[in-house]
Each structure stands twice: as structure tokens, then as C-alpha cells.
């Protein structure tokens, strides 16, 4: 049976977290792209493999896959925006633009763009379930802008909405306790989560350091450099924020941890 563009999506969206995972996915909605030049989830999804591409530093050039995340973000918005496409009013486009954005540093214009996309966000049998993953996702950009209390409320909201939502909405709660300075409750919700990506050891780390457990800091670390040895304190410091305190924060407990 062959493939259809919907089938190579949720291939790529079943991809671990990881480099090669990554590339794989990238290969996933190029066949679905290739399938159907106008599905507008291949597109949108795209750009976020291309967006962890850059957050994660896994291509020779971190602003050209940032460049690329946001081409292809602008294709979904614009056939969201087609009304003879079949995608018309599509939230993901905006949705997946507003993550371009905040990573861009724009805080503002991705808030607007999160906004646009819970207004477009209508189907009854989705509209609980879509508009809890894109508070939990909003609430990653309120981290980077400094207010953890903000994301906090959000990915409660977001529970609330969705008791059985995905592993990531923890992952987020996890790293905003961590911005909030509540470093039990951070390592709380990590201890809760089955099989965490190895990115959530670098909160696991920092917490722990901040508590004054180093040596056990130190070995959170040191298994999360096993898996990416090529990660950095000044990889983590590349990361836009609308608070320079709150980055300070960051690499501060990261670097109590042992990452150089």
C-alpha cells in the first residue's frame, strides 16, 4: 500500500528527540510534501524539525534551519490563509510561526501569532485537547520571556483541559518551576515523567544544583553529555530571552552543574 502525505506525517511525528531522530523526520515530511505539495501539516511540522534543528545546534548553521523553520511556517500560514486549498483557517500554521518567532527574540509578534491561532482553533471534538497543547507550547515562550508564573498558569490550565496530555506539557512545567525557583517541585514533575528526553536532565541538573546536591548535579550531567557531548554553556546562552536575568538564571544553575 503506498503512502499518502498524512501517513509519512505521523511517521515523522513518531521520531525520537534526538539528532538522528531529527533527520529522519526531516526525510518524513519531505515524501509527504512531495506527496502533496499542499498538505499543510507537512509543512507546519517541517518547520518545527527544522526550529529543534536550531534549538538543539544538530546543522552547521543554527540560523539557517531558524531561516528555514520560518519559510516553512509562512507556507502553512499562507495556505491557512487560501480558502481554495482545503486548509482554510487552519490554526497550525500560525501556531507553529508563533515558536519561530519567540525564538527569534520577537516575544510580542509570537504572542500575537499564538492568539491568532487559538481564535482558529474550532473543532468540538478537538478544541479542548488542541487548545491545551497550544497553551502548554505558549507557555515554553512566556519561560524565555521571564515569566515563569505566566507559564505556569497556562500548562495548569492546559491539565486541567487535558488530563491525559503528552509528556512534553511536564517537560515545560518542569523547566518553568525550575525559572520559578521551586527546585523540589521541579524535580517532582521530572521524577514523574516515563522516559524523559535526555534535554530534561540538563533541569534535572540545574535543580538539584541550585538545592546544593553538586554531586548529584554533577552526575545528572554527566549522563545527559554522554548523550550530547557536544553541548555547551554558551549553546544554552545563545538562546533569545526577554529577561536577561532570567538567562542568567539558567546558566547559572547549568554551570553549578558542571556544563562548560
Given at each position: 500500500?503506498?503512502?499518502?502525505?498524512?501517513?509519512?506525517?505521523?511517521?515523522?511525528?513518531?521520531?525520537?528527540?534526538?539528532?538522528?531522530?531529527?533527520?529522519?523526520?526531516?526525510?518524513?515530511?519531505?515524501?509527504?510534501?512531495?506527496?502533496?505539495?499542499?498538505?499543510?501539516?507537512?509543512?507546519?511540522?517541517?518547520?518545527?524539525?527544522?526550529?529543534?534543528?536550531?534549538?538543539?545546534?544538530?546543522?552547521?548553521?543554527?540560523?539557517?534551519?531558524?531561516?528555514?523553520?520560518?519559510?516553512?511556517?509562512?507556507?502553512?500560514?499562507?495556505?491557512?490563509?487560501?480558502?481554495?486549498?482545503?486548509?482554510?483557517?487552519?490554526?497550525?500554521?500560525?501556531?507553529?510561526?508563533?515558536?519561530?518567532?519567540?525564538?527569534?527574540?520577537?516575544?510580542?509578534?509570537?504572542?500575537?501569532?499564538?492568539?491568532?491561532?487559538?481564535?482558529?482553533?474550532?473543532?468540538?471534538?478537538r478544541i479542548?485537547?488542541?487548545?491545551?497543547?497550544?497553551?502548554?507550547?505558549?507557555?515554553?515562550?512566556?519561560?524565555?520571556?521571564?515569566?515563569?508564573?505566566?507559564?505556569?498558569?497556562?500548562?495548569?490550565?492546559?491539565?486541567?483541559?487535558?488530563?491525559?496530555?503528552?509528556?512534553?506539557?511536564?517537560?515545560?512545567?518542569?523547566?518553568?518551576?525550575?525559572?520559578?525557583?521551586?527546585?523540589?517541585?521541579?524535580?517532582?514533575?521530572?521524577?514523574?515523567?516515563?522516559?524523559?528526553?535526555?534535554?530534561?536532565?540538563?533541569?534535572?541538573?540545574?535543580?538539584?544544583?541550585?538545592?546544593?546536591?553538586?554531586?548529584?548535579?554533577?552526575?545528572?550531567m554527566g549522563?545527559?553529555?554522554?548523550?550530547?557531548?557536544?553541548?555547551?554553556?554558551?549553546?544554552?546562552?545563545?538562546?533569545?530571552?526577554?529577561?536577561?536575568?532570567?538567562?542568567?538564571?539558567?546558566?547559572?544553575?547549568?554551570?553549578?552543574?558542571?556544563?562548560?
Amino acid at each position: 500500500m503506498m503512502q499518502t502525505a498524512r501517513d509519512y506525517c505521523r511517521e515523522g511525528r513518531q521520531q525520537p528527540l534526538t539528532r538522528e531522530g531529527n533527520e529522519k523526520a526531516k526525510e518524513c515530511y519531505e515524501r509527504a510534501i512531495k506527496e502533496d505539495g499542499n498538505y499543510l501539516p507537512a509543512y507546519a511540522e517541517y518547520s518545527y524539525v527544522h526550529l529543534r534543528a536550531y534549538q538543539n545546534a544538530w546543522d552547521p548553521d543554527r540560523e539557517a534551519s531558524l531561516d528555514e523553520a520560518e519559510r516553512l511556517a509562512d507556507k502553512a500560514v499562507a495556505l491557512g490563509n487560501d480558502i481554495s486549498k482545503g486548509w482554510h483557517n487552519d490554526f497550525r500554521g500560525r501556531w507553529y510561526r508563533a515558536m519561530v518567532y519567540w525564538n527569534r527574540g520577537d516575544f510580542k509578534t509570537s504572542f500575537q501569532e499564538f492568539a491568532a491561532a487559538r481564535a482558529l482553533i474550532t473543532d468540538p471534538k478537538r478544541i479542548a485537547k488542541d487548545t491545551a497543547d497550544l497553551d502548554a507550547d505558549m507557555a515554553e515562550a512566556y519561560i524565555y520571556y521571564g515569566d515563569p508564573n505566566k507559564a505556569l498558569a497556562l500548562i495548569d490550565s492546559a491539565a486541567a483541559s487535558d488530563p491525559d496530555h503528552a509528556y512534553w506539557h511536564d517537560w515545560n512545567r518542569a523547566r518553568a518551576l525550575y525559572m520559578a525557583k521551586r527546585y523540589d517541585d521541579a524535580l517532582a514533575t521530572i521524577r514523574g515523567m516515563t522516559s524523559p528526553p535526555n534535554d530534561v536532565r540538563l533541569i534535572e541538573a540545574a535543580s538539584e544544583a541550585q538545592l546544593g546536591h553538586l554531586d548529584d548535579a554533577r552526575r545528572i550531567m554527566g549522563e545527559f553529555n554522554k548523550i550530547e557531548p557536544g553541548w555547551s554553556l554558551q549553546k544554552s546562552a545563545d538562546y533569545r530571552y526577554g529577561d536577561s536575568a532570567a538567562r542568567d538564571h539558567w546558566l547559572d544553575g547549568l554551570s553549578k552543574a558542571g556544563l562548560t
